[in-house]
């Protein structure tokens, strides 16, 4: 299967049932909505960030679908200006590719440094669709599952309203 080692690892140590799917393009071509109806599952977005210092950075999860306002998380949190990370970043905190950061990216943050900033809207969603840390697949897992693995992790989260 494609995606990262200790993504199945921790899957099949927490028992959490998933649904595994392989597509030979990173899923942006299937905006019809057809494939994400037929899995019935939510897809998300996961924006890694960094403050204007480097100091603190933050991973942004959100509906793919809606939009995230950079500037109004900047004024709410006082974090200083908010920027993507660059891949130098990534492979210092959650060791993953641009493109395809996750919840599971967050098991590679050994230091736990990386805040979790999560759409409110997704607690009334039933089942998520993350990348496994790697393009080209897709793991489906039930919301109750997305907050063991986030628990799992050891990275502070918090839901807010990202739109």
């Not at 509906?63 to 900047?74: G, L, P, V």
């Not at 997704?122 to 089942?127: A, F």
Request: glycine share 4%; net charge negative; charged share 25%.
């Amino acid at each position: 299967m494609i995606g990262q080692e200790i993504v199945y690892k921790t899957l099949e140590k927490l028992e959490i049932t998933y649904e595994y799917y392989q597509s030979p393009e990173d899923f942006s071509n299937e905006d019809d909505g057809s494939f994400w109806a037929k899995i019935n599952a939510t897809r998300c977005k996961n924006l890694f960030m960094r403050n204007h210092k480097g100091d603190r950075h933050f991973l942004l999860i959100s509906d793919y679908y809606k939009n995230i306002d950079i500037h109004k998380f900047e004024q709410r949190f006082k974090k200083g200006k908010i920027s993507f990370a660059s891949q130098q970043r990534i492979d210092k905190h959650i060791k993953g590719t641009i493109g395809a950061i996750s919840v599971f990216s967050l098991l590679n943050d050994d230091n736990n440094s990386v805040e979790v900033f999560i759409d409110e809207s997704l607690q009334n969603c039933t089942r998520l669709t993350f990348l496994p840390n790697e393009l080209n697949a897709l793991i489906a897992i039930s919301f109750q599952d997305f907050l063991r693995i986030l628990d799992y992790s050891g990275n502070k989260y918090e839901f807010i309203n990202l739109s």
